[in-house]
C-alpha cells in the first residue's frame, strides 16, 4: 500500500494538551491544530488561560481552554467530562504541563521533590487513566508523554525532576504495553534545551554582562550549537499524533540538537 501524506492530518481530531497556555505546550497545541485538530488545552490560572484561547483563536484555530490542575484528579476528571460533552470525546492527548525546581539534593525539601513528582509524573498518570477509557471505546487514540533529557540523565540540582521525568519515560512504556492491544500509541518526546520561560533564569546574562554559565554549556555541548526553539518540537509531535506513527510504541523522541549523542 503507497504511503499518503494525508497520513500525518489530524482532521476532525480533539487533542487535549496539557499547560498550554505558553512555552512547548503552546507551539504543540498551534502545530496539531494546523494539522487539522481541535484544540483543547488547561492551564492553572483564569486570564492566562482566557489570553492563550483568544491568540489561538486569533490565529484561527478551534481552541477551548479549562482552568484545571493536572495533579487533581476529580478536576481533571469532571474536566474531561466537560470536554466530551463541550467537543467530543479526546483522541490525543500531550502531557506537557511540568514544573522544575533547582535546588541542590541535600537542601531540597521532601515537599519540594513530591510536589515535582506531583506535577511532572502523577499529573501524566491521572490525565492519562481519565481519557484511556474512551480511547478504548472509540478505537484508539495517541498519548504523548514530554519527557526530558534528565529522563536518561542526571545532573546537579534537578534530581525531582531527573526522578520524575525518568518514571515519565517508564509511565510511556508502561501504558504501551498496557494498552497497545486496543490501538492506543503512548510515546515521549524528550526535548534538548528548549528556550522558553522555564530555562529563562539560565539564559539571563552575567552581572558583568557575560553569558550565563549554563548557556555557554549548552552552546559548546550541544551539535547543533544552539538552544532548540519550541517550534522544533512542532514536527515530532504532529508525527507521535498521527497515523504515520501508529506502529511506534513505547519510544521516546528526543529532539535535543544531537546533545544526547554527545555528552
Ligand atoms: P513552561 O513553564 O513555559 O510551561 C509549563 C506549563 O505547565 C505552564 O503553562 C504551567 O502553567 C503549566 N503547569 C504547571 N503546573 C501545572 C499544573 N499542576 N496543572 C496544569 N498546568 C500546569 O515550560 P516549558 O514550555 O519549558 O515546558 C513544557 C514541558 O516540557 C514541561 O513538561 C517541561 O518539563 C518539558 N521540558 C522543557 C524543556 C525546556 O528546555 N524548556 C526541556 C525538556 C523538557 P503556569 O504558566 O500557570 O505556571
Not at 135 to 148: A, L, P
Request: with cysteine.
Amino acid at each position: 500500500m503507497a504511503f499518503e501524506m494525508d497520513k500525518f492530518r489530524l482532521d476532525g481530531k480533539v487533542a487535549f494538551v496539557t499547560g498550554a497556555v505558553h512555552g512547548i505546550g503552546y507551539e504543540i497545541a498551534s502545530a496539531l491544530a494546523k494539522a487539522g485538530a481541535k484544540i483543547v488545552f488547561n492551564g492553572l490560572k483564569k486570564d492566562p488561560v482566557e489570553q492563550a484561547q483568544q491568540s489561538y483563536r486569533d490565529a484561527g484555530f478551534d481552541a477551548r481552554g479549562y482552568v484545571c490542575d493536572v495533579t487533581d484528579e476529580e478536576a481533571v476528571q469532571e474536566m474531561v467530562k466537560q470536554v466530551k460533552e463541550e467537543v467530543g470525546p479526546i483522541d490525543i492527548v500531550v502531557n506537557n504541563a511540568g514544573i522544575i525546581k533547582r535546588i541542590p539534593m541535600i537542601e531540597m525539601s521532601a515537599e519540594d521533590f513530591r510536589q515535582v513528582i506531583d506535577v511532572d509524573l502523577t499529573g501524566p498518570f491521572i490525565v492519562s487513566k481519565a481519557v484511556i477509557p474512551d480511547m478504548i471505546k472509540n478505537g484508539g487514540g495517541k498519548i504523548i508523554n514530554i519527557c526530558s533529557m534528565m529522563s536518561e540523565l542526571g545532573r546537579e540540582t534537578v534530581c525531582a525532576y531527573a526522578a520524575a521525568k525518568g518514571g515519565l519515560k517508564m509511565l510511556t512504556k508502561n501504558i504501551a504495553s498496557e494498552y497497545g492491544e486496543y490501538n492506543i500509541q503512548c510515546n515521549g518526546i524528550g526535548p534538548g534545551y528548549i528556550a522558553t520561560p522555564q530555562t529563562a533564569p539560565l539564559r539571563e546574562k552575567q552581572e558583568d554582562g557575560s553569558r550565563h554559565p549554563f548557556d555557554q554549556f549548552i552552546i559548546a555541548k550541544t551539535p547543533a550549537a544552539r538552544w532548540g526553539e519550541t517550534e522544533d518540537l512542532a514536527g515530532a509531535a504532529v508525527f507521535l499524533s498521527s497515523k504515520a506513527s501508529n506502529f511506534v510504541n513505547g519510544h521516546i523522541l528526543y529532539v535535543d540538537g544531537g546533545i544526547l549523542a554527545y555528552i
